[in-house]
């Protein structure tokens, strides 16, 4: 798709194993985070979001985790299936804005 | 589930052509948004609209772009005199509320100019 450039970072994982992907967010004042899932020829889609009061929740096989102190986004994918394959992004918002601030993705393969 | 869709999926122009995309954004949201991809970057923000209205816009977004409701389902983005660097995958999304929410995305037209 057209979100994969030749330089993204690659996590490469077993099918069933945990995943972590990692983001780093650029504006301490950010207060509202969204992980969004991109596969090939799709728009990038919504998985889970994060406001800045909290520092972990959980979805349904996903966990973030924030840690404001070093401006830091987690994305946790437990029992990693083939079908999480794809550019995981990473985007902050300031309240009172309508901007999201994408990271750079990562990409996630997923073996059988 | 609702979701956002755009047409077309790819569009060839020729450089200094004018060029429209099309999105319909999810039924009960209020808020658009158009944003752009250039191959190998990052996903960049263009503009906000709400109420008929811009609300906010990049740097990336000058007078050679401008966005529309033209009816109640229709949202769209117009780029005149394209230029060769307007080449990229365009997404819209739209949210029910403002700031911090979630921001839906189509599937993008890829703009290919010429």
């Known amino acids: 798709g057209e979100s994969v450039g030749l330089h993204l970072p690659t996590l490469s994982v077993q099918e069933g194993d945990n995943s972590i992907i990692n983001c780093a967010y650029s504006?301490?004042?950010?207060?509202?985070f969204i992980w969004y899932k991109q596969e090939s020829g799709k728009g990038p889609q919504f998985i889970i979001d994060?406001?800045?009061?909290?520092d972990k929740r959980q979805g349904q096989r996903v966990t973030v985790l924030l840690n404001k102190t070093v401006k830091h986004l987690s994305l946790q994918i437990a029992a990693t299936q083939p079908g999480d394959s794809a550019v995981y992004f990473c985007?902050?918002?300031?309240?009172?804005?309508?901007?999201?601030?994408f990271g750079k993705g990562t990409m996630l393969l997923v073996s059988p | 589930e609702p979701e956002v869709t755009q047409t077309p999926s790819h569009q060839v122009t020729q450089m200094g052509q004018e060029v429209i995309l099309r999105c319909v954004p999810i039924s009960n949201h209020l808020y658009f948004y158009w944003y752009r991809q250039i191959l190998g970057q990052k996903v960049e923000f263009l503009v906000s609209?709400?109420?008929?209205?811009?609300?906010?816009k990049s740097e990336i977004f000058d007078d050679q772009f401008s966005v529309e409701r033209p009816d109640g389902s229709n949202f769209t983005l117009k780029i005149r005199s394209t230029k060769l660097e307007d080449s990229a995958m365009y997404f819209c999304?739209?949210?029910?509320?403002?700031?911090?929410?979630?921001?839906?995305f189509g599937d993008g037209t890829r703009l290919s100019i010429l």
């Open positions: 609209f709400y109420n008929n209205e811009i609300s906010e």
């Open positions: 994060i406001r800045s009061n909290m």
């Open positions: 999304a739209s949210s029910e509320g403002w700031g911090s929410q979630p921001q839906h």
């Open positions: 985007a902050e918002n300031l309240s009172g804005y309508s901007t999201l601030t």
């Open positions: 504006n301490s004042a950010s207060d509202y």
